[in-house]
């Protein structure tokens, strides 16, 4: 019956949205759980350290004041942060003097006051604490509340350079490569720059492959330097991005690999098919060959128009729009050699999409870093445009099957009637 033939295809579509949702539901429900569960331990936490913090005990106190700062286990509160950082800072901890001075400071929770801050970082700084250190050195460079002395700048960047703190190696590098403070040195630069980009540190990486380009305390290396430039512009970096651009880097040999073979597939495509429309294979071949030509032009476009200086949101609709047109390629050509495959690979780009959406909601934290969002939009874009076609192809194939299947039951009643016809004539 027809009726029951669209109810049956009805079923076919609603159970795999119905479990998608599912799916998706329980993973977003659960990241929530999650959420009120790690809520609930910093809250324990935060009661733990204020019984300890009350009994005097120091680092208690810090780590309380640490947990109102940042509304850690307790509604945010900078006058509260303060209260515990003096009452820490007033025992001599090192961490919680830096944190009065930060709010002094930047005036969180008392009055700004920039001499009082000075005070608070160098108390920490005499302690050994990098943080304080590194302040207290760019305070004298930047000259703001104290007489600007580089000489002075050098000596406590140095010593928070020396613990390994990379924003203090940066700028220490930066001195060096500006001869403010000590003699001019590009070499001393590298050196330092390196420290802090081997941390992962974007500034100081971009600086390494702009001194790699330029030539300076290290030999002329371009590729070196689109190194360099490559993995601060994943991070954001926005001067390495232009930098990037301005070079007009070539293809890279896995670039022009994936090219010439979409190429030169979608060429052999349209020549088999002799770009004709006769019959459905030929549809498909001709359809996929110019899908492909269209997909390699896009890339070429891309990497040589697109350019790095696009804001990452667009930068992510090109790749997602670009993934689309790679899936819906990819599914016709699996058309073409595997006909009777719809189905598989109809499942398999429903478990992949649902599993890949489900470990990108429980791992939500990664999205700050560039590459990932990018590899979310291309990800989805491909298994989307793999699913669509696949899907169309699945509901053409059966329309058509129960179509011969009426035709056949409409033959044999009129042979019936035919041959009840016949021998009247007769």
């Known amino acids: 019956m027809p009726g029951c033939g669209a ?4 079923g076919r579509v609603a159970v795999p949205v119905v479990c998608v949702a599912v799916i998706c ?3 977003i429900s659960w990241r929530a759980y999650k959420a009120k569960a790690n809520a609930r331990k910093l809250a324990e936490a935060a009661s733990l350290y204020r019984a300890r913090a009350e009994q005097g005990d120091a680092k208690a106190q810090s780590d ?89 700048a050098v000596r406590w960047y140095r010593k928070a350079a020396d613990q390994g703190y990379a924003e203090a190696q940066c700028d220490l590098a930066g001195l060096y490569y500006q001869g403010k403070g000590v003699p001019q040195d590009y070499s001393e630069a590298v050196h330092w720059y390196r420290k802090a980009a081997d941390q992962g540190y974007a500034k100081a990486q971009y600086a390494v492959g702009y001194l790699y380009s330029q030539g300076k305390g290290v030999p002329p290396d ?18 390495a991005r232009r930098a990037l651009d301005s ?9 022009k690999i994936c090219l010439s073979g979409a190429f030169l597939g979608s060429i052999v495509l349209l020549i088999s098919s002799r770009v ?26 891309g990497y040589s128009h697109f350019g790095i200086l696009q804001s990452l949101s667009a930068v992510n609709a090109f790749f997602f729009g670009k993934s689309i047109l790679s899936g819906i390629y990819v599914a016709m050509f699996f ?15 429903g478990i992949l999409f649902i599993g890949f959406n489900v470990y990108a909601i429980t791992h939500y934290h990664l999205r700050h870093l560039a590459a990932c969002p990018r590899a979310f939009y291309s990800g989805n874009g ?43 004539r007769m």
């Not at 109810?7 to 009805?10: E, V």
């Not at 699913?387 to 329309?399: F, N, T």
Request: charged share 20%.
């Open 7 to 10: 109810m049956k295809s009805l």
């Open 25 to 27: 539901g329980a993973a």
């Open 64 to 152: 309380l004041g640490h947990k109102y700062f940042h509304g850690n286990g307790v509604p945010r509160d900078y006058a509260e942060a303060a209260r515990w950082y003096g009452k820490a800072a007033d025992q001599g901890e090192a961490k919680a003097q830096y944190a009065i001075g930060y709010m002094h400071y930047h005036g969180q929770g008392v009055p700004q006051n920039y001499a009082e801050a000075l005070r608070w970082y160098r108390k920490a700084a005499d302690q050994g604490y990098a943080r304080a250190q590194y302040a207290l050195g760019y305070r004298y460079y930047e000259g703001k509340d104290v007489a600007q002395d580089y000489a002075e």
């Open 222 to 239: 371009y590729a070196e330097a689109a190194r360099w430039y490559r993995k601060a512009a994943i991070q954001g970096d926005e001067y």
């Open 247 to 255: 070079m007009k880097i070539g293809f890279t040999a896995q670039g």
């Open 276 to 301: 004709s429309m006769r019959n459905r294979q030929q549809r498909r071949a001709t359809l996929a060959g110019l899908l492909g030509l269209l997909w390699v032009g896009l890339d070429v476009y």
């Open 335 to 349: 058309s073409i050699v595997w006909t009777q495959g719809f189905k598989v690979v109809l499942r398999i780009c």
């Open 382 to 424: 491909l298994l989307i445009g793999m699913a669509i076609p696949m899907a169309i192809l699945l509901w053409l194939a059966g329309q058509e099957t129960r179509g011969s299947q009426n035709g056949k039951d409409g033959v044999a009643p009129g042979t019936v009637a035919g041959s009840g016809r016949e021998p009247t």
